[in-house]
């Protein structure tokens, strides 16, 4: 096992993790801390729990977006293929072009 010190509102967290797993470690730290602060400018009189805890559904929350946006993906979203959506908007940026060229 591993061990590392990770900083979040510059308050120093030891952490132990798996041999190798420091560095990503650090990065998902400074993902949070950027959260935290981020809402700390939002925040004024926020203590420090809310802080965390605020980040912490702030991020739960783009996950759960990511997830769901997984499973759209997956499923096809009705037939609504990748390719099918780059048609669609190429068809609408030609109509907006020829708008702009008869104008």
């Not at 096992?1 to 509102?9: E, I, P, Y």
């Not at 030891?14 to 700390?40: M, N, R, T, W």
């Not at 991020?59 to 959506?85: C, H, M, V, W």
């Amino acid at each position: 096992m591993a061990s590392v010190t990770v900083k979040v509102n510059g308050r120093p967290y030891p952490i132990i993790c798996g041999d190798g797993e420091e560095e990503h470690l650090k990065y998902l730290a400074e993902f949070v801390d950027k959260k935290v602060q981020d809402l700390s400018d939002m925040v004024a009189n926020a203590t420090e729990t809310q802080l965390l805890l605020m980040a912490s559904l702030l991020i739960a929350d783009d996950l759960s977006q990511a997830y769901e946006n997984i499973d759209k993906l997956k499923e096809g979203d009705g037939g609504d293929t990748p390719d099918a959506r780059v048609e669609a908007w190429a068809e609408k940026l030609e109509a907006i072009a020829l708008q702009l060229e008869t104008a």
